[in-house]
């Protein structure tokens, strides 16, 4: 069964649940169009049996390939309810874009386009609405995108009417398809639905290459001055610097008065977080340091501080820390109550992301690293009764 991605692009929210705080439009094509009156055909929530009554059985669909700017793309033509004219909608690498009530008429300004069709191409309006959308979907590029695409070619881009109407004239009509079903595909894709963001915060992961990494600095510039945040969970391994940490109020009386159960709720983070850091910092004193020291002396054959690191990163030591400071807010918000717990969370728990993250990215072949590890060195780690492969597991 094809998966219907629709569902992640639409507009449409739950009647329970349709507020929300950040509500960030994506565009949905790098050449974007001038609605009629201010109202895109993409404005309306249609469903896919509204796309399939008024455009897609009444339409024909054609494709085509430049080699210049659009690559392969997909044009949908078809008649307008509100009007006599055609409209035409174009999907290609660029995005979706659609043109309503196309002026195919000899006072277009596009009309060169249509002149340069092939003779047998005269008389089809279709394909005179094709040629006109062509041409008119050129300028609307700006000079930085046009630069980029052409970026890798070495001819010059003599996009003109006879360019437009040439390529118009190379659009073969789909008949394997029939035009409900291939517009059903569009619409599954995600492709004809408007697209929204609710959040204000993006994560940007890319790979770390000589030959983009200028570009890739800039995309992140762009989103947001993060580049600090820009790491190697192993070779850039450094500690996140906690200039903000919980102080308990100057006033020793409580600042909530709390039930029972809220009470017992507090402890029982306290007592968990507290059995946490406990077990972690235990792990790396009578383990992971024990097994550094080792290691650094030469002690154990086979086994050098890189591989040790490979396995065991030191972003564990980063993840500890953290755990001993939110332990440490914890103790000291108890006794003033829920509320100071919560601010205590609320200023402490975002220094976990960035350690949880380094740690996860620097462990992603823990699993099997550490089968390998207990096969050959088994017999000289450190507490080998107790820390086990299970219990390693359990650490990172």
């Given amino acids: 069964m094809e998966k219907d991605l629709s569902s992640l692009y639409s507009e449409k929210k739950d009647k329970e649940n349709d507020e929300t705080l950040f509500n960030i439009k994506l565009s949905k094509s790098v050449v974007e169009t001038t609605p009629l009156n201010g109202h895109s055909l993409f404005d309306d929530d249609k469903s896919l049996s509204d796309w399939t009554d008024n455009v897609f059985t009444q339409s024909v669909f054609y494709h085509g390939s430049d080699d210049l700017i659009w690559g392969k793309f997909f044009v949908c033509v078809y008649k307008s309810p ?10 290609d690498k660029l995005g979706t874009s659609c043109f309503e009530s196309v002026d195919i008429s000899s006072n277009s300004q596009y009309y060169p386009a249509i002149e340069n069709l092939s003779p047998s191409d005269q008389e089809s309006n279709v394909k005179k609405c094709i040629a006109v959308i062509l041409l008119q979907r050129y300028p609307l590029l700006s000079p930085s995108d046009l630069s980029q695409i052409l970026s890798n070619k070495s001819e010059n881009c003599d996009y003109d009417p006879p360019y437009a109407g040439d390529l118009a004239s190379s659009c073969q009509l789909i008949t394997a398809v029939p ?18 963001v609710s959040s204000t915060l993006l994560d940007v992961i890319y790979e770390n290459n000589e030959s983009t990494i200028e570009l890739n600095n800039r995309l992140v510039f762009h989103l ?11 070779t850039e391994y450094s500690p996140e610097q906690t200039e ?24 029982e983070l306290l007592q968990l977080q507290t059995n946490f850091t406990f ?33 065991f990163p ?49 462990t ?8 390998l590890f207990i096969r050959h060195f088994s017999n000289v780690i450190p507490e080998r009764e107790v820390y086990t492969e299970m219990k390693n597991r359990e650490y990172n």
Avoid: M, W
């Fill in 364 to 371: 992603k072949n823990f699993s099997k690293d550490i089968k």
């Fill in 224 to 234: 947001g001055e993060q580049l600090e945040q820009l790491f190697n969970p192993v």
């Fill in 179 to 196: 035009p409900e079903d291939l517009g059903k595909r569009f619409f599954t894709s995600g492709l004809l639905q408007n697209r929204f």
């Fill in 279 to 311: 077990n972690l910092v235990e792990f790396l004193q009578k383990f992971l340091i024990a097994l550094r020291v080792r290691v650094l002396n030469e002690e154990i054959n086979g086994l050098s501080t890189t591989k040790l690191n490979r396995l």
């Fill in 82 to 91: 509100n009007s006599n004219k055609l409209n035409a909608i174009i999907f």
């Fill in 314 to 362: 030191p972003t564990i030591d980063e993840v500890t820390r953290i755990n001993c400071i939110f332990l440490d807010s914890l103790k000291t918000a108890i006794p003033y109550g829920s509320l100071e717990v919560l601010k205590a969370c609320s200023i402490t728990i975002p220094y976990f992301y960035k350690a949880y993250t380094r740690h996860e990215a620097a």
């Fill in 244 to 267: 903000y940490g919980y102080k308990a109020p100057e006033d020793e009386l409580p600042t909530e008065s709390d039930d029972d159960l809220v009470k017992a709720i507090c402890n």
